[in-house]
């Protein structure tokens, strides 16, 4: 399979914990990207990782890539209520790009 | 910048009708996906475009599903005749080219009873 596995499935917590999600995957991969969905929204791109890279920063997100073992991690500090939204792994292998069954983060306030 | 466009934002038709979906992408964008969600199978890729050219429809469910590209800012995702399994959320999303990050538009909800 190309499609990435998120885990956790689902994630609730207080508002100022971090929260993080891992992404595992079984082929090999160009770049690697995270979205986050809203509910009844579109997706929205968070932020790229090369399969050259290790960690990346953007604002409260740190996202981390170990091609060894196929993994990816998101991390987000200082989470807030507005983050509460389904998060997706998105692998590029070729042209294309295959979605996991995402993350379910619930922040509460 | 407007984003990507999509209507209808909601369809409800019934079993059998002829459901076409729209797209405009950003401009300048070269590339152009469309996807389905659903609790079920996630999101799936259906068929990609690059300049306007099919690259790759290996993810059309059926022949009941044709798409559309007749110029860079248009396209058109149709089910004829659909079916109450076709009932999902159908994104569209374009991307500049380089290292291919989307952009989705808000999606159409379809229903068909």
């Known amino acids: 399979s190309q499609q990435g596995e998120e885990d956790p499935q689902a994630l609730s917590i207080q508002e100022g914990e971090n929260a993080t999600m891992n992404c595992s995957y079984k082929?090999?991969?160009?770049?690697l990207q995270w979205y986050r969905q809203n509910s009844g929204r579109g997706l929205v791109h968070l932020i790229l990782i090369r399969s050259n890279e290790r960690e990346k920063h953007s604002g409260r997100l740190r996202v981390t890539l170990d091609t060894s073992k196929k993994s990816s991690s998101l991390l987000i500090t200082a989470s807030r209520a507005a983050d509460t939204a389904s998060y997706f792994c998105?692998?590029?292998?070729?042209?294309?790009?295959?979605f996991g069954t995402g993350t379910r983060l619930t922040v509460i306030p | 910048d407007a984003g990507v466009i999509q209507s209808p934002r909601h369809e409800v038709t019934e079993m059998g009708q002829e459901v076409t979906l729209r797209c405009k992408p950003i401009?300048?964008?070269?590339?152009l996906f469309w996807y389905r969600q659903t609790m079920m199978r996630g999101l799936e890729l259906l068929i990609y475009?690059?300049?306007?050219?099919?690259?790759?429809d290996s993810g059309m469910p059926e022949d009941r599903f044709s798409a559309k590209m007749p110029n860079a800012s248009f396209s058109t995702l149709k089910i004829q005749p659909s079916e109450p399994r076709d009932s999902a959320v159908y994104f569209c999303?374009?991307?500049?080219?380089?290292?291919?990050?989307?952009?989705f538009g808000p999606g159409t909800r379809l229903l068909v009873l």
């Open positions: 999303a374009s991307s500049p080219g380089g290292d291919e990050t989307q952009y």
């Open positions: 998105a692998l590029r292998p070729a042209n294309n790009l295959f």
């Open positions: 082929t090999s991969i160009n770049n």
């Open positions: 475009f690059n300049n306007n050219v099919p690259i790759d």
């Open positions: 401009s300048g964008h070269n590339s």
